[in-house]
């Protein structure tokens, strides 16, 4: 395997892997959290991990730090509502969303808006290894992007794939003709999948994985209403979102490492379940989950990550 990466390799010591979650503009909390982890480590968080991956929006994060080497500041700056709103044009739905054909938002202001970050990059170009979920709707099967397999595939068409969440975004063709949708209906958390890429990355089994959420939907459903929901009624209560909130790989990865996977997450509270909410408030309430999870966690992470 081509590994360009082996200088990185150190015998003597565990490699972590820095997974992120998938959950739309709900990824700006896991920026906010990384903001603070920054600040007290004193260190980039591009040199703080080994290894990187995530699901559709944690994989655009993960692109951004590794193939374009963001600093955190220009990372919270890329999900300012401006970008937000070009990265969400061409709706169909309006008010009669549920009786379109067509997915909710179109891909061409998006690559736009990537064009501006990494044009002409390469998965390959990643200062560090990494890694995006998607699938493969021909094959019917999960795809792993990466940097050290997927060589000659562009970082947009990467970044595009691993987040076209069906309703919201058309399939993707990436540069093989494979056509990709958002990793989030594999593993919206990727830390399992993370874990198993770094151990045979690095070929070793001294594996730590620090795992970053995207908020979790706690509201209350009623159980005999939903014997008769039909797909509006699904659609209107977050089926999306229930169908992301397997903790299975969570609980599998706390079985095979234990101590060694550390997991930031919490309720979303009162904010927006809707994956596209980039109003003000529901902005306002995300920076605030990202900020109270530095609060709570802190003293774990610090000994976690021993800076």
């Given amino acids: 395997m081509l590994n360009k990466f082996l200088n990185l390799i150190k015998p003597d010591g565990y490699k972590t892997v820095l997974a992120m979650d998938g959950g739309g503009v709900r990824a700006l909390a896991t920026v906010v ?33 590794t193939v374009n080497e963001m600093n955190i500041e220009a990372l919270e700056n890329f999900w300012s509502q401006d970008n937000l709103a070009m990265s969400m044009q061409g709706s ?57 397999f997927d060589l000659n595939i562009k970082a947009i ?23 990709l949708i958002d990793g989030a209906v594999v593993a919206n958390n990727p830390a399992l999948v993370g874990y198993n890429e770094a151990r045979k990355y690095f070929n070793t089994s001294k594996i730590k994985v620090f795992s970053v959420g995207t908020g979790i939907d706690r509201k209350n459903l009623n159980g005999k209403a939903s014997s008769q929901w039909g797909p509006i009624g699904w659609l209107t209560n977050d089926i999306l979102g229930i169908l992301l909130e397997s903790q299975l790989d969570h609980e599998i990865l706390i079985d095979l490492i234990g101590t060694n996977y550390l997991r ?17 408030d529901n902005l306002s309430k995300i920076r605030a989950m990202g900020l109270k999870w530095w609060e709570d966690y802190r003293i774990k992470v610090e000994n976690f990550l021993s800076f």
């Fill in 92 to 148: 169909f739905w309006n008010k009669n969303f549920f009786l379109t054909t067509k997915p909710k938002y179109n891909n061409e202001s998006r690559i736009e808006l990537l064009k501006k970050y990494c044009d002409k990059k390469l998965i390959s170009d990643s200062k560090k290894p990494v890694a995006v979920l998607a699938y493969d709707v021909e094959k019917r099967k999960p795809r792993i992007l990466s940097s050290y």
């Fill in 264 to 280: 930031i997450n919490s309720s979303m509270e009162n904010i927006s379940w809707h994956l596209d909410d980039y109003s003000d």
């Fill in 157 to 179: 068409s990467a970044i595009n794939a691993t987040s076209a969440a069906p309703l919201y975004y058309p399939t993707v063709q990436i540069e093989d003709g494979s056509w």
């Fill in 33 to 65: 959290f990384l903001k603070e982890l920054e600040k007290a480590s004193g260190k980039k968080i591009i040199d703080l991990f080994d290894f990187f991956i995530g699901t559709s929006a944690g994989g655009v994060n993960a692109m951004h730090l």
